[in-house]
């Protein structure tokens, strides 16, 4: 009866009020013992100054504890802050304390008031104890009866026994509404081996096997890190997965509430986490003053990268940023967030980059002064039988923003392609490649800057494999990879973005800035690696169908074409390709004569653009036959000559 009472009414907070009154009590019944103490547990003191002295001890030992707040804290949440709090009550009560003893000595105002040194002392050491011991007794007490309501059991290992472990531990001991052990930490410092930390040993990491995981019941283990290299963590992982425990990863502290770690924090460690790379640290950078007092546009700045960009650009100075998007939606909602983040200096403008009378009036009417250009349509399976759209945008919309650049005397232009034009395949990827060559041919005209930035696929971006995996997931599988074989290169999109921003500022005009990727990713393993994070058995619960190659698709991605190197930069992550060179005056017009037979729905526009571009070579799609025909053509050229 009274168990129950206690359990439901457990999510009531004392009155900070009741936790003085009870403080005072221990502190006057301290002094108390404090006398019985000084005079070996007898009486042979004047009782009479004993009582007369009670109170005024009881007042400034309230006074103390009003100034310090020490009766503020939670008791069920006691932690250090707590304790030192009432340290620094107890000393400022025993200073008080000492000092009316000693100006009534001089004043003999209160006759009775003369308390031994000894017993101040005595008093003050007891006081200490014994508040901080009955606080934590309560917390302990409090802890053992909410979870006996609580079925759930599990057994936990942290990996890591730092900072960040220890305040997990503590976390997890303070959460009432889950009955959690931590069974110890896991660590790799041989010093620490062996040893326990609040009561909790110490562990090798050699004991993450799967005979110690079922021994010990283990449920979870969390990893708390913090700086920890991507690829350690990913192998750490990777060695868990196929054992039957969730694992989970605490973030990084500047994302802790108010400085606290949450237990709701602590997440399910997603495929993201071992995806993800280390933070980049840009030095000297000098997009704050490439930016400054100048106007910006963003075109596809609604979409992943260029929302991306958007949200990095509105940190800076600048003196105007613009907008420009074909998705009403989704401008909507990034002006939407950016205005909720306190942000206004910006321009959202719906347009499309193909119209070039529309683009002319924005770019009279605000004169940009550098531009990255985002906007293209960029699924590859889509765009290998809708050729047209691809042409028009990819690379006619390309073409009308570099042309106004050039009459509207822009200081910089930059942009942004892809991996995919490197040896292209398929149509997005030739009209990328071709919007890249055009790109280097108004660098020519030495008016505009032109800056190309290439890189590979973005975390979490429209259409990318890891957002369709979780669906699929969701749905009970099974999951689709094109081929077992397939690997892919992955970048998280704000480090994307701002290494595009970092180039923008660096280059002089003419690059091809090339972003290091890291390693690539076969999307095979990392299928079968977001099943097990999910905590589902691969292939018992959901397998993976092998679906084959899609139209345009290749096995592998490159950065460098065949013939191209890179030269470093200043920055560690940024390369300058050193690609093969143009006839610029031909390559012009051929896409001048590509963009007015896609006007007319010719259909000798991919034949076009592999003349263009002689390393596009389709794969696995229906244009394969342009590649046959001209095959054909080059051996009865040849025939002819040896005629």
Known sequence: MIKEYLVSNAHRYASKWLVLLIDICVISVSFVFSYLIRFSLTLDFDTNKLFIQLPIVGLIAAAAFLFTGAHKGIVRHTGVRDVYNIFNAICLSSI????????NRELGILNDFTVPLGIIITHSLLSFIVLTASRYVFKSLYNNLMTQGFKTNKNVLIYGAGESGILTQNALANHSK????????????????GKSINGVKVFPKAVLNRDFLFKNNISEVIFSMQN???KRLKDLVEGLVDFPVQVKIVPPVEQWINGELKVSQIKQIQIEDLLDRAPISIRNSKISQEVKNKVVLVTGGAGSIGSEIVR???TYDYKSLIVIDQSESALYDLQQELKQNGYHNFLPIVGDVRDKNRLNHIFQEHRPNIIFHAAAYKHVPLMEYNSYEAIKINIAGTKVVADLAISHNTDKFIFISTDKAVNPT????ATKRIAEMYVSCMQQLGKTKFITTRFGNVLGSNGSVIPLFKKQIDKGGPLTVTHEEVTRYFM??????QLVLEAGAMGDGGEIFIFDMGESVKIYDLAKNMIKLSGLRFPEDI??????LRPGEKLYEELLANGENTMPTYHKKIMIGKTRALDYIAVRSKIDELCVSNMFFNGSTVSLMKEIVPEYISSNSDLCSFDKKKDKNKSDLSLK???
């Open 543 to 548: 397998n993976i169908t092998i679906t084959g």
């Open 178 to 193: 889950s009955k959690v052990r931590v069974l110890g930490y896991v660590d790799e410092d041989d010093k620490k081996m």
């Open 641 to 643: 000559k040896v005629l």
């Open 96 to 103: 008080l304390l000492i000092s009316i003893v000693l100006l």
């Open 492 to 497: 998280t999109i704000p480090e994307a973005s």
């Open 312 to 314: 990095q650009l509105c």
């Open 228 to 230: 920890i290299d991507p």
């Open 426 to 429: 398929n149509v997005m990827g």
